[in-house]
């Protein structure tokens, strides 16, 4: 096992289909704590299980592997198969079954391709369903209650499939107004308005919710937003690199136990504010466990050395984290493309449960309309 550990910090994206020798050398060097997989990693059900088994056999350390596979557009594996009703769908046909059955769907499709991480569910409320914020469909409620209890039900039933969950957009990016793919969105929420929203849905995640009658529904990783809140940071700050957000109000007020990760630090919403020694150590400092480089792929080995720069002592803590949540990865299934193609009916079955024979066989009107959280 590698002296240095340090790259169990790093959450990466791989560039292309297969390992190339260079890009195999510069993983085996850096030993990243985990892989993101986008629509540039599939051509087909055979081809992209060989790509998970591969980067898992390079590692030293058994990797996190993870997707974003929601429904609707932000659904990767629909390049290869066919595409599961998105949330705002599922809360509209307003049939909890339905969301339990997705949340089962997805947690078997995710162990037969050797995924142990999906990014979802989407916590944040649709304050307005067209508002050009990223979240066009993803939202599963548009109030506290109605996200609450349909993130909830896909949370629980993909969990019992082995596939350990990532609440996400903490804070929230429901106020925005930019899409922080291109750029910092300031999001003007005062704590009295974010505590009797936003952040009443994600203390209902966090696996203590202060009402000990109530059953908790954890997820298992809290994913951090680029949103610039005055009311936390006075100074032009994303809440992504805000240790009052991530430490202060995540970890000790909230007293979430799980993995905190960056959302991409690949977005406008960072580059076009810091350089990437600057993004590694803020995020860290800041009380992040990963820091996610989506597309740069070889600046890793720039992270990885900015990483051994850090005082040890935020890194042992991020470490720690880290390995914890390694400990509940379950393996993946035996894949056999029978396996795949019977899910993926489920599949079909479910989007005609929820939109109708003839509504399924068209994909949703936002299709036409591209957006970076598909792009890759």
């Not at 299980?49 to 429904?71: A, M």
């Not at 005062?190 to 696996?207: H, I, N, S």
């Not at 905190?260 to 466990?289: F, K």
């Amino acid at each position: 096992m590698s002296n240095n550990p340090l790259g169990q910090l790093i959450l990466t994206g791989v560039p292309g289909k297969e390992l190339d020798a260079e890009t195999a050398k510069l993983f085996r060097r850096v030993q990243p704590g985990g892989f993101i997989l986008f629509g540039r990693n599939i051509e087909n059900a055979s081809q992209l299980r060989k790509l998970i088994d591969d980067l898992r056999d390079l590692s030293e350390i058994e990797p996190i592997i993870t997707i974003d596979q929601e429904g609707g557009r932000v659904s990767r594996l629909r390049l290869i198969g066919n595409e599961p009703p998105n949330a705002q769908q599922l809360r509209e046909k307003d049939e909890i079954d339905l969301i339990r059955r997705h949340g089962d769907i997805t947690g078997r499709l995710l162990r037969l391709f050797g995924f142990n991480l999906d990014l979802c569910p989407v916590l944040d409320i649709s304050f307005d369903d067209a508002a050009d914020n990223s979240l066009s469909g993803r939202c599963y409620g548009k109030t506290v209650e109605q996200v609450v209890r349909n993130a909830g039900a896909f949370n629980h039933a993909m969990r019992e499939q082995g596939i350990t969950s990532c609440g996400k957009h903490f804070p929230g990016y429901s106020a925005a107004t930019v899409d922080a793919h291109h750029d910092l969105p300031k999001i003007e929420r005062t704590r009295e308005e974010l505590d009797r929203e936003e952040l009443a849905v994600f203390r209902a995640f966090v696996g203590r919710d202060g009402s000990p009658s109530r059953p908790t529904n954890p997820v298992d990783s809290m994913m951090i937003c680029h949103g610039w809140y005055p009311c936390f940071e006075p100074k032009k700050t994303p809440a992504s690199l805000s240790h009052r957000v991530i430490t202060q109000l995540l970890r000790e007020e909230m007293n979430f136990e799980g993995l905190i990760m960056t959302d991409d630090l690949d977005m406008g919403a960072i580059l076009n504010e810091y350089g990437l020694e600057e993004t590694i150590r803020l995020a860290i400092a800041a009380g992040n466990d990963l820091a996610m480089i989506c597309h740069r792929v070889p600046s890793i080995d720039e992270a990885h050395r900015t990483l051994e720069k850090l005082p040890s002592d935020q890194t042992h803590r991020a470490l720690e984290s880290v390995s914890r949540f390694k400990k509940n990865l379950a393996p993946p299934d035996k894949f056999s493309e029978a396996g795949f193609r019977k899910i993926d009916h489920e599949i079909w079955d479910l989007r005609v449960a929820v939109l109708g024979e003839k509504l399924a066989a068209i994909r949703s009107p936002e299709d036409g309309k591209r957006s970076p959280v598909e792009t890759y």
